[in-house]
């Protein structure tokens, strides 16, 4: 690393900040190529002014090493004003240091494979329910839908409530979602404004469920019994207060961008039925009758590098934010303490150096014998990196599996024509008019 003198003779990065204080905020919002445009005009790294603050786009699996190996050392994670305000002071994704360390330690408990293997049954009968549903209806829009069926699943697992989604919770939580990356004016008209009073809400049903849970003599099987008992190393349970806001959190991580992924998941395999036909062979072959567990998942080898796939295509988080807490230097640009940096998810997954065609849609790229993602460190990041990489990252692989096994092995289903299929990015990537689809049980030999 340079030294101070050295870096402060440094060039900053290219690039334009824009408009006074919104600078670039509304382009990067509405335009799903923002990125891509300034670094084909700027090269890998570029300046710009995000929500009001001075932002560095870093690319390439290089730079998400440097960016997610020096955590607390040169770079703190760092959230739009709107998103930290959204998700509350206590979440763990705004926690920093060794608070978010101890944290993350407790709340893994809800992920550990014991955990994880106690969730199958639970995921195996909500899928069901909604396929047989959807088998029903004949012709959907099937996005909105996706987002009930994550959502009674997520409410279900971690805090045990059965359909989520046709309670007051499914509306709050959308309206919530829908603020997380806005312009932070607090005015009950706006976005964020609407999204703050959803925020109360949800943590006010939050809340009650808590203190349900803290009367009963038996605790269920699901996250949030696993945080009412975990103690920290100095033996301190979580505050009611952290809670909400850890609870609040989970549910997000365990709905939206799990709805993004699942959706692109449907549109992808309808886009390219001969890998619709390999994965369902595998399921054939399996010949699975009995009820899912987690043995039969890990024999599912050629629909693990299916999802691998939809992951890098569509990433369901684009990327991530940190704030420079040192100033330091990349690529021989100088990076200013306090400006943010901005990795880059899906722009990684799009690099030709390391991804052979990568606009392709190609499972076999995650085989034994090309395993692309392994050639350099960071190449493939889905799910983040080093110590911030997503905590529920193998509960949401498990949910996508449990998800594409069952529609895989037992309906067709077609895209319907004169649909707009292009991404919405934010605040996840979801297509514009919702995936509209006819469905049919398949007959097969299972």
Not at 118 to 138: A, D, F, N, P, S
């Amino acid at each position: 690393m340079a030294t101070i003198n050295t870096l402060s003779s440094l060039p900053l990065p290219p690039g334009s900040f824009g408009l006074p204080f919104i600078g670039e905020t509304l382009s990067f919002l509405r335009d799903p190529n923002f990125a891509k445009k300034r670094h084909k005009k700027y090269g890998p790294v570029f300046k710009s002014q995000l929500f009001g603050r001075p932002t560095i786009f870093l690319l390439g699996a290089e730079a998400n090493h440097f960016l997610l190996t020096h955590e607390n050392q040169y770079f703190s994670t760092s959230w739009p004003h709107s998103t930290k305000v959204l998700l509350g002071p206590a979440a763990l994704s705004v926690q920093t240091g060794a608070e978010h360390q101890q944290r993350r330690k407790l709340l893994s408990q809800a992920f550990q494979p014991r955990a994880l293997a106690g969730y199958v049954t639970t995921m195996e009968q909500i899928t069901h329910r909604y396929l047989h549903k959807w088998e029903q209806l004949g012709t959907l829009t099937w996005y909105p839908e996706l987002r009930n069926y994550t959502l009674d699943i997520a409410c279900k697992l971690i805090v045990g409530t059965e359909s989520g989604s046709q309670s007051k919770l499914g509306e709050w939580f959308k309206t919530w979602c829908d603020g997380l990356f806005t312009v932070p004016i607090p005015l009950p008209g706006t976005k964020f404004g609407r999204a703050m009073r959803c925020r109360e809400l949800l943590l006010g049903e939050i809340e009650k469920i808590i203190q349900q849970r803290q009367q009963e003599a038996n605790l269920a099987q699901d996250a949030l019994s696993l945080l009412l008992q975990a103690k920290d190393e100095e033996g301190n349970s979580l505050s009611i207060d952290e809670l909400k806001d850890q609870v609040l959190t989970l549910l997000f991580a365990g709905h939206e961008t799990l709805t993004s992924a699942i959706a692109s998941l449907c549109r992808l395999l309808a886009q390219h039925p001969e890998v619709l036909a390999a994965a369902r062979s595998e399921q054939q072959q399996l010949a699975i009758e009995e009820p899912l567990t987690l043995e039969h998942l890990k024999q599912m080898s050629y629909l693990e590098q299916v999802l691998k796939e939809v992951l890098r295509v569509v990433p369901p988080v684009g990327g991530g934010f940190r704030e420079a807490i040192k100033p330091c230097e990349f690529n021989g640009y100088s990076i200013p303490q306090g400006w943010s940096v901005l990795y880059q998810i899906s722009r990684t997954h799009q690099d030709s150096s390391i991804y052979d065609q990568p606009e392709h849609f190609d499972p076999e790229r995650f085989g034994a014998e090309r395993a692309e993602d392994k050639f350099k460190p960071f190449s493939y990041v889905p799910f983040g990196g080093g110590i911030r990489e997503c905590l529920g990252k193998e509960f949401a692989k498990l949910e996508m599996k449990v998800f594409a096994a069952l529609l895989v092995r037992h309906y067709k289903w077609e895209l319907l024509p004169e649909q707009n299929l292009e991404l919405v990015m934010v605040p996840t990537p979801h297509p514009q008019d919702g995936l509209q689809v006819s469905l049919r049980r398949f007959q097969s030999e299972l």
